[in-house]
């Protein structure tokens, strides 16, 4: 576990110093789990991001561009009417607990002051955001209701008394001596980690790990001195936030972890190493939720192609012994003469055969040898027109899988406004049935919206995230001159540079987008083609973001997702 009480308490610091005294302009809740706080402070506004996701539950600041809802849930117009144009008085960690406190400070619509407490809870999948009036102590509203019949310990619910999680009754380290930590320990018993996460607040495996590999020999002599000085680093701020490969996962704290042995990348702050980390990842989530029924449905279709093709190819097998059925048909018209009406086989010499070897050649002892051999020249002719038609039925089957292998790409790094695109298309395409839709229509002109990046050298890149974005991309905004690129023979996305001629650096810049934004995003050397886009033709009846190209040329490129954050943040800073 990162997020653990003691990193609860760094994050809360380095929040508390930036924006302590700042007041909040505004309150979006652009998603179910999480709130966004613009708040003014230092002469800049910051954004202050609230999650109480049960996956990714976190406060930072955050550079990240959140898109908000048409209409604003019920809990965020309730924020605003309380948090709006308040100041934040004090952020603060209560004791070592994965908790951290507003304390702001505003004056009401009557014009009286008025002290809230905004207490977000770090705690998993229970993890809240509650808004509680100070002066009585009592709840507001919360993000995720509670009731007693969930909780007994307390309900979290508008109107009822606010009630902090229960005691763990652990000692705090900050306060005990290397004879406190001696004594809290049986070293004889092992599993030294887990007696540290045991008795001393805030300490997770992750970081009691930590203090047990930097004692070497860990032992009552080693240990103490060891979890102090892990313990003293943090008392005095010396932090260093990291992200660390560990096997297959990443793993981030405010301190280098040299129990784990992976690639090591090291942030100027803390909030900026949560960007890294949890870039992508909590909007995947999003997106799964949001578009579980479009996936359910293009994953059916793809194992539904899948074994259609493999059954057409085993019919295919089968109609190669079209050839045995003429030859049959061929050695029994040559040897009527030899047949009788009842027989169950014959054993004819083969005549194309170059040692006149002999076959026997079964027969229906119902029919007369004429019908026979006529019973084999149907079969072959049937087998020879069958050929024909499953190979077309596989070559279609093979474009249906292609189609929704491309959507199931699109899905895994589609944003959630990138579904309901996902979804119109099935629809139009006639796969999914239309749902009638409330509230105001999607204009019938309306342009797909596309993703924007900006070069190393200044150059617009833009990156088309499905394929009603890819068609309006690469067939109406691109120019002909323009230079476009896309996987070699992978799903993925359309990418078009801004610039008839860039330079070979935004080539490979474009191309990193170009392969994370594909099947291949887990893959190194990927193959990237790029023309111009003059260069780029659809096939007249091809299925939406199919294209046909020519006069390529091919990079390869690992995909990089630090390189993307840095295009995107180039972006953001214009």
Sequence with gaps: MSFDGLFTKAITEEIASLLKGGRINKVHQPYKNEIILVVRAGGKNQKLLLSAHPSYSRVQLSEESYENPKEAPMFCMLLRKH???YTIEDIYQHELDRMIILEVKGRNELGDISQKQLIIEIMGRHSNIILVDKERNMILDSIKHVSHAVNSHRAILPGQEYILPPEQEKQNPFDATENDIRKSLDFNAGKLDRQLVAHFSGVSPLAAKEAVYRAGLANSSTLPPAFSSLIKE???????????????????YMLSLKHLTGKERSFPSLSEMLDRFYFGKAERDRVKQKGQDIERFITNEIEKNAKKIGKLERTLKETERGEQYQLFGELLTANLYQMKKGMKEIEVINYYNEDQETVVIPL?????????????FSKYQKSKNAVVVVQEQIEKAQLELAYFEALHQQLQSASPKDIEEIREELQEEGYIRQKKKKGMKK???AKPQLETYYSSDGDLIFVGKNNKQNDYLTNKFARRDEIWLHTKDIPGSHVVIRNESPSEKTIKEAAVLAAFFSKAKQSSSVPVDFTQVRHVKKPNGSKPGFVIYEQQQTVYITPDAD???????ETVKR
């Design 234 to 252: 943090i008392a005095n701020r010396e932090y260093v936030p990291t992200i660390k490969q560990d096997g297959s996962k990443e793993v981030f």
């Design 83 to 85: 948090l709006e144009g």
């Design 443 to 445: 204009p019938a002109n």
């Design 563 to 569: 390189t993307v954050i840095s295009l995107k943040e």
């Design 364 to 376: 229906n002892p119902l029919k007369n040898p004429s019908d026979n051999a006529q019973k084999y």
